[in-house]
């Protein structure tokens, strides 16, 4: 016999009230938890990704398309650049870094991205297993890919026009797996990684084709048709040297440009503040549903001491002592509080699960389940704290109880 | 062993319960009698050390009551009063066993199983153990307030209108068991009462008049 026990038995033998308690914590510490940590987690993998990139340059268009393409693989390009008139731009002398990308097919849904070894050197994609790209049609494969498509040094594909599953394939070429990168839980994790040179190759056999429309333009201008101007990127990730260049050249490339710069810093904070407004209103609901909750517990405990007055004139008559009695109940607080953490705790990785299986298949992207961060530490302390509050304002009762009026009344 | 002194109890302003002296010694039991509304329940939580007198001195076991303070007092009430309720109340979450043992648990005394088996069969409730409390008879209740009472081999027993709910049979049952578990432990036995039917059990008694 000790206080834990008789506390546990007082809450199991009122069962439904208590267990409306624990269900309402749950829920509260659930949905917390969960956009606590998705939130925290997208926060990471967007500032990792974005690191090191000051502007993008790309097709006019939306901005955020532009930055979602080209940095997170997320949307579909604006369309495509010059790479000719891209160099130009580079060679700005506040231009420390520019790397290139051309993107338009993919393999099975996972994006091939045509590049240099200055991408990878970047993301500090480490290749091993294998070599980097050197002829055309070789390719580097991300860890995630490798995992999940169970491809091998050697292994050669298909790639798909578009960036879906549906597109009509590339069959005259393939591509040969020669290098997998480590995990390095970044973008490149997801992507196919090859030359610039075997992106313009699959393409230019496309344009061959006959078609009216071309042949009147060959006719034309015959001369220019096949010269290395023709070639064309998606997009171009630059680092300049000192801030000072993102003063004017974004500008200038606006103004004066047929292409558009965007600044990933800016366009990111204009997404999560765009979120930001779903995410707290949520996060207001969840402290409200914990609130109740810790009103709920209140509640029960207020009621159940009425009722169970005279069992604690009791206790005190055969020798507790009020203190005793007040921990006696600020346990039954405690264990709401406890369990309703718990299994919130679970409802909230499980949906989490969930939606990593989800956002793996459609997106690519991977979300770890299970960590625990100090976010969830904060929320232990949170529910713990409200269910300890709630528990205990009723149970200063116990020091007003009279024990001789109550034993006589009944 | 008990002997109380001038005792006497006033509630707010109304005018002063003075009860009668008593003298117990060793094994020696006591019925109070009297109508209801004369104090019998108030003396019993005098004696109880439930309520504390305003003046005079209730003295237990050679100790003057009033000198304790208030952990020695709750204590000393733990570990040497028992008492039986007019209406068994008990903690309905638990068990009878456990309500049993929370009576040692309580009086901070280590829990001996044995004991209370062996006491749990000589008053007829060892078949009870198990059973949630709420679902006893009330001669059972009654049966297992009384076992409560002796857990801790109090030196008094104080028993509150024990017989009020019970038929004559099941009453003179009661008395039987009260006296000899009493006996067994060498208690004071004290029982506050209206119910004329333990008039004869019982050869010390006092009856309280409102004066």
Partial sequence: MNLFKISWK???????????SILLMAFGVGIISLILNVGRQLDEKFTKNIKGIDMVVGAKGSPLQLILSSIYQLDSPTGNISFSEAKMIARNPFIKKAIPIAMGDSYLGYRIVGTDSTYLSHYQGIVSPGKLFEKPFEAVIGASIADILKLKIGDTFASSHGLDQEGEKHESQKYKVVGILTPNNSVVDNLIITSLQTVWEVHEHDEVKPNALLLLEENTDHNQSKTETDNAITAMLVKFRNPMGLMNIPRNINANTNMQAALPAIEINRLFSLMGVGIDTLKWLAFLIIFVSGLSVFVSLYNSLKERKYEMALMLSMGASRLKLFILLLLEGLFIGLLGYLIGFIFSKTILFLMA?????????????????????????????????????????????NISKTLASQ | MITTKGVEYQYGNEIALVF??????????????GKSGVGKTTFLHLIGLLLMPTKGVITI??????????????????????????????????????????????????????????????????????????????????????????????????????????????CQKMVDLLKREAAKIEANLIIVT??????????????????
């Fill in chain 2, 61 to 170: 076991n050679s100790i003057k009551t009033n000198t304790l303070l208030n952990n020695d007092l709750v204590k000393f009430r733990a570990q040497n009063i028992g008492v039986i309720y007019q209406k068994p109340h008990f903690v309905n979450s638990l068990s009878v066993e456990e309500n049993l043992a929370l009576a040692t648990y309580l009086a901070g005394k280590s829990q001996q199983k044995d004991q209370l088996q062996s006491l749990a069969q000589s008053l007829d409730i060892d078949h009870l153990l198990n059973k949630n409390i709420k679902n006893l008879s009330l001669g059972e209740q009654q049966r297992v307030g009384i076992a409560r009472a002796l857990m801790n081999s109090p030196s008094l027993i104080l028993a509150d209108e024990p017989s009020s709910s019970l038929d004559d049979e099941n």
């Fill in chain 1, 357 to 401: 299986k989800t956002a793996q298949q459609s997106y690519h992207y991977q979300f770890s389940v299970f960590n625990y961060s100090f976010d969830d530490i904060l929320i232990f302390i949170a529910c713990i704290f409200i269910c300890m509050v709630a528990a205990a304002i009723p149970s200063i009762g116990i020091y007003k109880i």
């Fill in chain 1, 10 to 20: 007082n809450l199991t033998s009122k069962s439904l009230t208590n267990s409306l």
């Fill in chain 2, 194 to 211: 209206h119910d004329q039917r333990l008039k004869m059990e019982f050869e010390n008694q006092i009856t309280l008049t409102k004066n």
């Fill in chain 2, 20 to 33: 009668e002296d008593i003298n117990l010694q060793k094994s020696d039991s006591l019925l109070i009698l």
